[in-house]
């Protein structure tokens, strides 16, 4: 509907406007939208009906007020979660420090990482999955949050037992590794040959989890457990994602006999 054609527009029309406009690249992801005066103008409508539209927009996603910024817009291509992305050739591309990397750049946006690493007491399954011991301090924990352009868009909990990890570059604070923590294993002797997830496809995230990715807590977050294993059956890693469900398109490929 042409923005300034003398027709009165609802908060829905107004919304369905500025979704294509994000969804069609005329405000990329990461930008500010026009401010509600702006947009009020624009459409010959109240600023309330404008809020009304922006909220909608924020329930979907699309959009996310920021204090003192204005309104970015947080809409991104949902990415592909399959296999692919663990291949070698997928996690290195580009001198890549792994497949959120290398999934974020070919979206044409900028990876960045928050990353605390710590010996840490594992949960308990998590333990049980590495074989190791509850109840004590026995793993390296790599914890990430994980931004396209500024955007949150996962968190992250890599485990790996502290007799592989320590001392070795699994230990930095810095995405420093081409390849992600997959490559650092099989330089450090444990390249994996196998590896399975676990997949929650919708769950409501806790507080601290919708503080984390900047989300209402109203929104669905997709909890995946990956485990990877070496040639001799011997989990070397266990890594826990939670993405916004809107954010994973989830694809898997396997035989039939």
């Known amino acids: 509907m042409p923005e300034n054609d003398g027709t009165k527009l609802g908060f829905r029309e107004i919304a369905a406007t500025l979704r294509a406009d994000i969804i069609g690249g005329r405000y990329p992801t990461a930008s500010l939208l026009p401010s509600e005066p702006e947009l009020a103008e624009r459409y010959g409508a109240s600023r309330s009906l404008v809020n009304r539209a922006m909220s909608v927009l924020a329930a979907e996603g699309l959009v996310r007020p920021r204090q003192g910024r204005g309104t970015i817009v947080t809409w991104l291509p949902p990415m592909l979660h399959s296999a692919e992305r663990y291949r070698k050739a997928t996690r290195e591309r580009g001198d890549a420090k792994g497949a959120f990397d290398s999934e974020v750049r070919a979206l044409g946006l900028e990876p960045s990482h ?8 594992p949960p ?3 333990a049980d999955a590495l074989g190791l011991p509850r109840g004590e301090v026995n793993c390296l924990v ?9 955007i949150p868009v996962r968190l992250n909990a ?21 390849g ?7 330089e450090l002797g444990y390249p994996q040959t196998e590896a399975k997830e676990r997949i929650v496809p919708s769950r409501l995230p806790t507080e601290a989890e919708a503080r984390a990715l900047e989300i209402s807590r ?3 977050i997709t909890d995946i457990v990956h485990t990877g294993h070496t040639a001799d059956g011997q989990t070397v890693e266990v890594t826990t994602t939670l993405a916004p469900a809107h954010y994973l398109v989830i ?3 396997f035989p039939l006999n």
């Open 218 to 220: 109203d929104r669905t």
């Open 124 to 126: 308990a399954e998590v």
């Open 158 to 178: 890599t485990w790996v037992p502290l007799s592989i990890a320590e001392n070795t570059v699994l230990e930095e604070a810095a995405p420093v590794i081409t």
């Open 251 to 253: 694809e898997h490929k």
């Open 114 to 121: 928050e990353i605390v690493v710590e010996h840490a007491e």
């Open 142 to 150: 790599r914890r990430r949050r994980l931004l396209a352009s500024g």
């Open 180 to 186: 992600g923590v997959k490559t650092a294993l099989a």
